[in-house]
């Protein structure tokens, strides 16, 4: 018998994951959190990249265990149960030499379901699921779209009382994903599937706010609920209705102001040696940030996130690191979703190349820690030279090692842009200038 609509199937509490360094320093990847998964709902958790979106995912689906608190499964704690979920993954995953069908029956042959049942099953999923008549097709003869369907079937077929989905549509083109979710929200909507929560990962604003009746958001480094939120619109939601571009913006500016506190729940005791942390850097080019700044002159010094999206053809997700980069560097100010340059990302918009320079020199130097270290590193030493891997080093004392990488690279980036020193990719080494030795 299920429980009341009111009782959650899943419930996180005080959940938090570290992961050691070598040295023995930990790295908290994950504050301390409450989340619970009602019956009945669509939970979307939205979150930069590199946020521990889907790390909590498999915290939560049991795949994964937290480095402190716990997670219960209908109330009971999940390592002493067997939740019944499945997951979507982005990759499709199939088994290329397996069927459609075959692919379908896999994880029903795994618990042990009867060949008869488990061929009605599968049958019925992909009917269910728009593949009736591709059943005996291997997966290099479909398309991304129909392969994603194929991994849709094989969760649903299980009957999981909870569907997570970790970036299932961001693999598809636009049309096909934008016809994939309209699809699966219908399924859901008509209560053709058994499934009673889902739970979905994306970095897809928009994504989020067509499919769920909740938005969780949160930040990074470590990843803390920043803001959680209903949204009551009826379906099907129109994307052009002030109302769903409301929500947006208000998703949007969640995202690109990380400085805007949101209060995270309590936090409990903390391994020793956890260190304070670096901002991290967004992923963005020089480059891509001037040429951000110089089309927000064009249009007055002001405009909607959305609008400048389309403009720049990319997804709105693809553009906020090159916004949330110009907000760190005080190039902009982000309000309700519309972004404006500041006097002083006017004057960096309206530069030539070489007045831009000293400018993103100037900036970086004054808002960003890392770069401020490398030079006064490179300074300080007698030959104003130091190899790449010390400053990984560092890094790897505040960040995973994937993501120290990352932040080096992006350093390493802005840094020969605003000609603070310049980089030997042969010998890895950072070194002043000339003119500046």
Known sequence: MHQAANEPIIEARGVAKFFTQRDG???????????????????????PSGSGKSTLLRILAGLQEPSSGKVLWHGQPLARQRPNVAIVFQSFALFPWLTVLEN?????????????????????????????????????????????????????????????????????????????????????????IPTRAVFLVTHNIEEAIFLADRVVVIGRNPARIRADFEVSLAHPRDHQSPQFISLVDYTYKILTQPETEVLPPAAPATPERVRSKYPMLPRALPGAIAGLLEMLLDRGGRDDLYRL??????????????????????FVR??????????????????????????FRAATLENVA????IDQTLRAKSDHAMPGAFFLGVLD????????????ETAINWGRFAEIFDYDADTER???PETQS
């Open 25 to 47: 320093a930990a790295i908290e990847v994950i504050g301390a959190t409450d989340l619970a998964i009602y019956p009945e709902r669509i939970v979307a958790l939205l979150g």
């Open 104 to 192: 379908v029956e896999a994880p029903l042959q795994a618990l042990g379901v009867e060949a008869i049942q488990r061929r009605k099953r599968a049958l019925k999923i992909l009917d269910t699921v728009g593949l009736d008549g591709f059943e005996t097709a291997y997966p290099k003869e479909l398309s991304g779209g129909m392969k994603q369907r194929v991994g849709f079937a094989r969760a649903l077929v299980v009957e999981p009382e909870v569907l997570f989905m970790d970036e299932p549509f961001s693999a598809l083109d636009v049309l096909t994903a934008e016809n994939l979710r309209s699809q699966l929200l219908e399924l859901w909507l008509g209560k053709q």
């Open 309 to 330: 999206a389309d403009e720049f053809g990319m997804e709105v997700d693809d553009l906020l690191p090159l916004v949330e980069a110009a907000s760190l560097l005080h």
């Open 334 to 359: 982000v309000q309700e979703g519309d972004v404006e340059l500041t006097p002083q990302g006017k004057r960096f918009a309206a530069a030539d190349i070489l007045a831009q320079k000293e400018l």
């Open 370 to 373: 890392l770069l401020k270290q």
């Open 397 to 408: 004392d505040h960040f995973t090692s994937e993501e120290a990488q990352r932040q080096l």
């Open 430 to 432: 950072l070194f002043l």
